[in-house]
């Protein structure tokens, strides 16, 4: 750890507490080095109780001793003030108005939902891949004038998975231009009770609403740079100087947690290199967030495997508690260049995890007044 956070304990929120992705925070703040989990906050259903009360626990472990009787609040600002950021398992139909107010009353946000990703102020940020797109949030508080507060958003957990090895394919090989991916996505990716039992059990589902949109728009936020103007404000350049095509067909599998895809690309460069130098360029890949130490970044951003029939969700979904991911069968695509397998924890990796690791990042490039 960093010596300017050695012995620090920062105060932090979390909204949709009582959420899957609520009791992932719970569990994984619980034993962070220097966050320290400070208010709770959820729907006037649950507010007013405590929080094992309130909350329906569906992780494997307990729920962690120091939160059981922390009381759940509505998502307010006030109830949050002393914390220096706040993350968010909100649902979306929620999360809009609530996480502007948090902003609006200078607090720093990081989120899960969907409702701010599109917003040319906001980063998209996977840490394993963007942390860079931080350095945003200064056009964001000018814009909203501000001084603190602003909000930083993280993926969907099916984009997540996929372009942590795009990216470092992108770094070793210069520019993909084509990418075809097909999920295979947990159920716990819809929340909790999330798709019906009957729906589920001996089958799949062809078919997760406003997905497929969501995976070919957030990769190009993702994966594109930062345009500094004239002026010296900055934009997403959306990738638009090397255009790239993504295609994705999603599918809901009776998997508990786990998005498992398979993906085919195309390289700018000929001849694209050969599937042992994706191995290597795979396993070599070391983004900032490694380099500058945040204690949630995984050791191993990407875990290649050889064995012909891995990853696989229920044998590595938990490989460095979530925070990495896994990819197997690089092999020759006779359409495109290459095809694989990657494999995300959605509810680690593909949610709490990269908000954690996103804060860390802040705190650590000095985004977050502490
Ligand atoms: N699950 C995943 O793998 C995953 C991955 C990436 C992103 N996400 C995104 O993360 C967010 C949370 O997902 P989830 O799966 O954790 O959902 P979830 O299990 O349905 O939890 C939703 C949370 O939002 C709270 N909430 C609902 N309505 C509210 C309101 N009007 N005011 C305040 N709080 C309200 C709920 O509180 P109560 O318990 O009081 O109702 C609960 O804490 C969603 O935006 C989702 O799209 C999920």
């Known amino acids: 750890m960093s010596n300017q956070l050695e012995g620090k304990k920062i105060k932090v929120g979390v909204l949709g ?22 208010a709770f906050g959820a729907s006037a259903r649950s507010a007013g109780k405590t929080y094992a009360k ?3 626990w569906k992780q494997t472990t307990p729920i962690p001793a120091g939160a059981r009787e922390m009381l759940v609040y509505e998502c307010t600002p006030d109830k ?3 914390c220096a950021i706040v993350f968010s398992g909100l649902d979306a139909d929620a999360a809009g108005d609530i996480e502007a107010a948090f902003r609006d009353a200078e607090l720093v946000v990081f989120s899960n939902a969907k409702n701010y990703r599109r917003d040319p102020l906001v980063p ?3 840490p394993l891949v963007n942390a860079s797109h931080l350095s945003i949030v200064h056009k964001q508080r000018l814009q909203h004038n501000l001084k603190k507060g602003y909000i930083v958003t993280n993926a969907n957990c099916s984009t997540t998975a ?5 990216s470092a394919l992108e770094k070793a090989f210069g520019p993909i231009e084509t990418c075809m991916v097909t999920t295979m996505q947990a159920i716990s990716g819809a929340g909790y009770p999330g798709v019906a039992s009957l729906d ?3 089958n799949i589902v062809p078919y997760i609403s406003g997905e497929e949109e969501k995976i070919e728009w957030e990769t190009l936020k993702i994966l594109g740079g930062i345009t ?4 010296g404000s900055q934009s997403f350049e959306m990738h638009s100087k090397t255009p790239l095509r993504v295609s994705a067909s999603c599918n809901r599998v009776p998997v508990i947690d786990g998005h498992t895809e398979c993906v085919s690309i195309r390289f700018h ?4 290199p050969s599937p042992q130098q994706v191995r290597e360029a795979m396993v070599a890949y070391t983004p900032d967030v490694q380099t500058i130490g945040c204690p949630s970044a995984p050791r191993q951003t990407i875990f290649v495997h050889e064995e012909p029939d891995r990853p696989q969700p229920r044998l590595d979904r938990y490989f460095q508690n979530g925070a990495g991911v896994s990819v197997g069968r690089v092999r020759q695509c006779p359409v495109l260049d290459i095809k694989f397998v990657v494999l995300a924890n959605n509810v680690s990796i593909g949610a709490a995890t990269s908000s954690i690791i996103n804060a860390e990042a802040a705190v650590l490039k000095g985004f977050v007044d502490i």
């Open 200 to 202: 589920i059990m001996d």
């Open 80 to 82: 949050f003030a002393d």
């Open 124 to 126: 998209l940020i996977v």
């Open 54 to 56: 309130a909350v329906n």
């Open 269 to 272: 460069k000929r001849p694209p």
């Open 17 to 38: 507490a009582t959420g899957t992705v609520g009791q992932r925070f719970i569990t994984l703040l619980s034993e962070h080095p220097f966050f320290v989990l400070h």
């Open 228 to 231: 500094e103007e004239d002026d």
């Open 162 to 166: 996929f372009v942590v090895p795009l």
